[in-house]
């Protein structure tokens, strides 16, 4: 539901890659058409994801965008001087800075590394000047945006009215859909964090859920053993950020029939005017 899993190896034969390069994972340059893709390619640099390492900071200027190959990111909003709330997680799904694309120059959120991995990395110069030149790419930034927006929402209404164990069952199933990882290296600390809660409280609901055998524990690594189990307990917002981003899948299929059709007639025409 909401995402799908590709094994690697598989997705070198959907792309058109050279054999020698790594072809990406990420679901937004997936979604691109392959001549635009093609066209990015030699400008992006694969660069790791170090955990609890700070990705971009609130307040400084946009340089980069991230499309996440591997590993989660958490995004944060300040509520005071020495404590910010996870508002959203970016993972395979997505990008860090797309806002550029809207006109914010300036992060007003922090992105904080999670679980480690790898990233795509993408200079702000390059999006404003390949842009206008790039229907496919500014659509799938636009429309990510979106989805990423009703799902801040969401998960904000989430915070306020839904019980600790529902959400922690939510948090974790979206980072299992976003990092393609079965084994999480993520902690309690960081659980209580993203979660807006005390470690004890965390404690308690971890607690239930490995007594129930639906993962196990392993120095700092989460091992998912009952996902569908995970799914009846997580709350009704798990289903309702998956049928958004599936809308947007939708969508995307149907902007690359549009795309396809306006490239071939925009070679007919060329056609008719050499003719
Ligand atoms: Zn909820």
Redesign the pocket.
């Known amino acids: 539901m909401g995402f799908i899993r590709i094994p690697t190896e598989q997705l070198s034969n959907i792309l058109p890659f050279p054999a020698e390069a790594q072809p990406p994972r990420n679901a937004l340059l997936r979604s691109l058409p392959e001549d635009e893709l093609a066209r990015l390619f030699p400008l992006l640099d694969r660069v790791p994801l170090v955990p609890r390492r700070v990705l971009q900071h609130a307040g400084l200027p946009i340089e980069h965008l991230f499309f996440i190959e591997e590993g989660l990111v958490s995004v944060l909003a300040k509520v005071d001087d020495r404590n910010a709330a996870e508002v959203g997680l970016i993972g395979r799904d997505g990008v860090v800075g797309g806002t550029v694309l809207l006109g914010g120059e300036i992060s007003d959120l922090t992105h904080f590394v999670q679980i480690g991995g790898s990233a795509l990395r993408l200079s702000v110069e390059d999006v404003n000047r390949l842009a206008p030149e790039l229907p496919g790419l500014t659509q799938a930034l636009k429309g990510y945006l979106h989805v990423s927006l009703m799902q801040s929402s ?2 904000a ?3 306020l ?2 019980a600790l164990l ?2 922690l069952a ?1 948090w974790l199933l979206m980072a299992h859909d976003r990092s393609d990882l079965d084994r999480l290296p993520v902690t309690q600390d960081l659980l209580a964090r993203s979660l807006g809660v005390r470690r004890p409280t965390v404690s308690c609901a971890f607690k239930d859920l490995e007594q129930r055998g639906i993962f196990a524990k392993d120095r700092g690594v989460i091992r998912i053993k009952d996902r569908p189990s995970l799914e009846r307990i ?5 289903r ?1 950020m998956c049928a958004q981003a599936d809308k947007w899948e939708l969508s995307k299929a149907k902007r690359k029939v549009l795309i396809a059709l306006s490239a071939f007639c925009a070679a007919a025409e060329v056609e008719l005017l050499a003719g």
């Open positions: 969401q998960s209404a989430c915070s009215r839904h529902p959400r939510r997580a709350c009704r917002c798990y309702l």
